[in-house]
Every structure is written in C-alpha cells, then in structure tokens.
Nanobody, 113 residues
Framework: QVQLVESGGGLVQPGGSLRLSCVAS????????MAWYRQAPGKQREFVAH???????NYTDSVKGRFSISRDNGKNTAYLQMNNLKPEDTAVYYC???????WGQGTQVTVST
C-alpha cells in the first residue's frame, strides 16, 4: 500500500522559514516525478512546485526565488524548503506522485504575527 506522509508544517512569522518533508512508503520514488500543492481556506488546490526524476524543477510564479523543491531518493523523501514566508502562503500543503492517485494527508502551514 502506497503512503505519502508530510511533516514540517507549523506556525511561523512573516519572513520566516519552514522545511516540509514527504516520506513515501510502499513504493520507490526514484523514477517518479514528485510535486507539492497547497490549498488555502475557501480556495481550490493549486500547484506549488515539482521535481522530475532527473531533478528538473518547476515553480508557480508566486513562490519563485523563495521556495526550493528537492528530493533524496535514498530516503524516499521529497522536500519543500520555504523561505521568506508570507501570510498568503498560509495553506495546507500536500505532496503527490505525479500522474498517480497518490496524495499525502497534508500539513498545515500558517504564516502570521
């Protein structure tokens, strides 16, 4: 059974940083494209970043220069480093294996004073 488990969310002040982790089990992510999405209250889930199996990355415009996606295939884990966080980054963040049905349960990120 494939599972994705996110962690690392929390409450942070504007300008702060968090690193999210997504640990996969029941599958090997080495040959998979991984992505992070987020969903703010009252809004649709939106794409944040993705990383291919060849380590090519892509970001939505609003996080370029602030967020960095990475992966450690040896740990079967994907990461999202988030710097200079803004209140509008507040959302539940989800990881997924692209082109599959597999999603994590999400981790809450709240940016507030």
């Amino acid at each position: 059974q494939v599972q994705l488990v996110e962690s690392g969310g929390g409450l942070v002040q504007p300008g702060g940083s968090l690193r999210l982790s997504c640990v996969a089990s029941g599958t090997i992510i080495r040959f998979a494209d991984m992505a992070w999405y987020r969903q703010a209250p009252g809004k649709q889930r939106e794409f944040v970043a993705h990383i291919t199996d060849g380590y090519i990355t892509n970001y939505t415009d609003s996080v370029k220069g602030r967020f960095s996606i990475s992966r450690d295939n040896g740990k079967n884990t994907a990461y999202l480093q988030m710097n200079n966080l803004k209140p509008e980054d507040t959302a539940v963040y989800y990881c997924t294996i692209l082109r599959t049905k597999y999603w994590g349960q999400g981790t809450q990120v709240t940016v507030s004073t």
